[in-house]
């Protein structure tokens, strides 16, 4: 586990606690090696004495799996360096966008390809679905967390032809373990509480190509979207507000009747009960993601609305589902399946 | 005073105290009528052994002003009864929508026609803005909250005639308080703190033709809205994120402008620095509404997102704003010019 | 599971879904019974489409253990009509107070007797601990969440005869989770987020019996507390600051080997690092007590501040405990041996 | 306004921008010189575009009055170069402690001696009051915001000889801006939202001599306090739980009227109706502080509990109060008399 001392790293370390096959070998990072994990996770209070290695080769040697959890554009050295047998879970951003002209136009450091992007659940054209890529695989590059909720909330009406793909607005609100651990005046409790604010606006979220690369395969065309995050009040979790126009001729009956039937063997993706919409509260420290869809007959717009935990499902909680699915084990194994709630 | 006992009628009685032409007269409410006004609103420390009255005629009469803050559709019948020299500030719905078909959609009272509309600042065709309407006015309708931060923020664009009426989506998210004090189970602090979560979606909320109708004012042609609301663990403050296509051929360098030029003057909009963005923190308690606006070149797209606290200049401040311009006294009179921050 | 549509109720079952050997049965309710147990919980994904039965013997029968989370004075009743046979865990305060004159001082229902005290860690004289009454029993009465954080923070230095009984002051701090569900005005999310307040002032907490027999136990000699219980703007949690004096001549520097003694083997229960004191953030939705204890020799007091969940700990952590110990199980099956932080 | 950036400084501020008498002048900073004040504190909004000048005797010359929220162990070098006919008022600890030895304990800069301590209201034996020790001074030192909520709880119950001094305990929930603009991990919002945590535990909090020094004051004796501050999730407030034993023979009956008749006609201090408990909620932004007394006659001691905002009469709001008396204005001028709230 490299990465270890972020809230991306803590959180696959909480699951990995409760992990039935995996346990928790070298925990390693950058700046914070040397230190007890318990003074940088105290919350982790079976490795509170475990000490905190230097992320190098020679920490990481050894492992079955290795999730690297590190600042964007760390991963690509290190992955490189890695065995081929050795399967490495990479929850940074390097490796998850097919388009290097995407990468360079939000990235500033060098295109280092892409890697079977992991989201499973990912509807793609003719009832495809990502799954099949993923398992048994050496290399996979977790999702965004904006992503995972924005992806999903709309995948399954691109991939059923009902919506038009340019325009789709997307605002979403995160929780600020999304911003990290850094430290930032904008970040400070004081500042946070009780305050709401956007960033990123305009199109420049990292986030937006690969918004735009999954909803484009799901449509087998190209998707833009207009994505706004804003940064909410809470520490955890993402509320994605999605909206699209249908397509000419689409019957608004019949449309969330695709979502259903995407989602409907999906362990991970709950479509509710027609009427009740997601709140964010009920999924925190689990992996899984609600969704409720409505249609705007008066203007012919699909809104979906998606709940995820971003630390979660939108991070930690996919990596460790794609290692399950690397390692061949059950896709479900040690993965809440119930958020903590109030 | 009519309402006291809301969240909104504590906020006149807070602006009120602070005053220096309005003092508070009688104070009135329905199911708290008898109790210690300190035992409903224990902020309000000077008024704190006042006792709530009944709201009646009788303890309505002989005062200048009357402020309604009740539930949407019981103003009419008393807004009636009270002498036509006695200027009304109305903060429900029941005014302000011009159009009966509108209001029937989404209310279920009757409809009671509409007064002038008590936002001063909204810029309507050919620089034209409300405020010429209001001033000696003895009726004047509140907008609602959401209505006032996303007629603000978009109406400066379709008055110029930038903006597509079509192709407007606009996601807000709001403080508890702006649900009012209601015993509902989805209000508990235990439920709203560290959650989010939409209500209202697919276009049913009502202050969806309010938006619209401002707007439409602003472009002098019908727009519509995709509007969904959202519920944030705060007690206090709307962020709303607006955005609208760009006509063709309109130059993005020149859009800033606008809306530059449509607040220059105006004491309570405030267009930030370019590239800051408002925070609902800045404007908690006062009566400032912050905007910033954004062009997605790429899309063509204007992003503009816009801070005001629902209960100040959402409601309560922008009902003693119509009071002052209804008396003749300077607009600004009594009304905080700084939030509480952090 | 009885009382399933309560905050308690919802603990249990997330942590039985978890639980390896115990499988949630029937789950019941009064006034929710027959709704969705997804519309109450909708944390609870793989419960959501359960219908809640309505709690009556029938409902109850066939389990081999029966989880009551009911409102106080209605546990007795039911228990008396359950076969002894089986195990039953009562989460209400109806059996924890051995004292009769304690019971009818504080609570309105007729004295139902005691059963074995759910707190398999409480420290007693001579290096006794609880554990050993509660193994192989068939009904325990689960501690309240307050005298789970005050008894466990003070109890070793009174079971080492370290501290005077009679001057024994305790502040706790817990989230609003801890005043239930109840639709009470100042449990709203707009009344509680940026707010505390104190309540039960001045020894009139239902807890503070349940304490005083505790802490008493522990030193074998009377023990009193002046309690003082606040709400705090979170949902879960508990942070309690208990401070006594020293008895005469003891060594200050001897103070902190107590706990560390005390609790070196407990799987529940962690004295932090010297100078580390705990955050309720570390414990929320684990099992854990976190604590740390400090000498202020200038007066001659100990200070311990214990944190803990109220519904994990608090509640139904020790209500699956203590099912665990009554089953013969490994006391530590199923609960969650990490926080979920940030 | 010497220190404008950090917190206190911008309370001072947005106070300032409501006094009628007293018109802001230069405001200064050290590291923050040369920045647009609207880009420190964006909630001044009339003061947006004010340059922050860097705080030196030249940008402090001129001003009848200058604050100073300047970190602890600054006030003292630039007071002694103002002249003494300039009204300064320090925010800061140098000239709280009369005390030598308790400075030199708590602090590792030089001791500057001590100034009339600027809490008005502060009872002192035989009904005198600190206020006609601070009008028409020119140099006042502005309490703390735990002693001015601990102090003005307790002092009453000294002052009438009804308390031991020995047997104090008095533990304070902060909100986080009483911990200041500093970049810390532990302020975090994702880690200060949802969990409380202590601090400053055992006596070493550096506001435990000066509440020591007030409460002696008012006894004529010494009293000694343990003090334990904790960190509550919420930006503003103070909640204050003070509780001390009875002297033997204190009718209980009599001890709230002590209280009573202390505060009967202070401004800024207000007994609550009996059975009603003070809540930070109430007071936030605004300079009252609300208080609530109860004997548990069981223990024979005294509860008493404060709520106060932090940066207003903890800090700002008692700064402009003294200036108001320094300069022979209405004490009260300028300052905020009803809370915002919800």
């Known amino acids: 586990m490299a990465g270890a001392s972020g809230y991306a790293g803590g959180e696959i370390l909480r699951l990995l606690l409760a992990h039935p096959q995996i346990e928790v070998g070298a925990v390693t990072a950058a700046s914070s090696a040397g230190e007890r994990l318990g003074g940088v996770h105290p919350h982790l209070v079976p490795l509170a004495d475990r000490v905190i290695e230097d992320t190098s080769l020679e920490t990481l040697a050894g492992h079955d799996v290795v999730f690297l959890a590190l600042p964007h554009g760390h991963s690509a050295r290190l992955a490189a360096q890695l065995p081929e047998s050795v399967v490495v879970i990479d929850c940074g951003a390097d490796f998850r966008l097919e388009d290097e002209q995407a990468w360079t136009d939000f990235y500033d450091t060098p295109y280092a390809g ?178 409720q869809v409505a249609v705007d007959e008066r203007l012919g717009r699909v809104v979906v609305v998606a709940a995820v935990d971003n630390l979660t499902k939108g991070t930690a909680g996919a990596a460790v589902q794609c290692a399950n699915l690397a390692l061949g084990l059950d896709e479900t194994l040690g993965l809440p399946v119930a958020g903590v709630a109030p």
């Open 114 to 291: 892409s890697w079977p992007y992991g989201m499973p659940e990912l509807p793609g054209p003719a009832g495809t679905v990502q799954r099949e890529r993923l398992t048994g695989e050496r290399r996979i590059a977790v999702p965004g967390c904006y992503p995972t909720a924005v992806s999903l909330a709309l995948a399954p009406g691109f991939a059923a032809g009902l919506l038009e793909g340019d325009d789709v607005v997307v605002v979403a609100a995160s929780g600020t373990s999304g911003a990290g651990k850094g430290l930032k005046p904008h970040l400070l409790g004081s500042e946070v509480m009780g305050s709401m604010s956007p960033y990123g606006v305009g199109g420049v979220h990292r986030h937006t190509p690969e918004i735009e690369q999954n909803l484009s395969r799901a449509a087998s065309e190209t998707v833009t979207v207009s994505f706004t995050p804003t940064l909410a009040p809470m520490p955890r979790g993402i509320l994605a507000t999605c909206t699209a126009r249908l397509r000419p001729g689409v019957d608004p009956a019949a449309v969330r009747a695709e979502w259903q039937q995407a989602y409907a063997a999906e362990p991970f993706v709950h479509l509710l009960p027609e009427g009740v919409w997601p709140a964010t509260g009920s999924v925190i420290g689990s992996n899984h993601v609600q969704l």
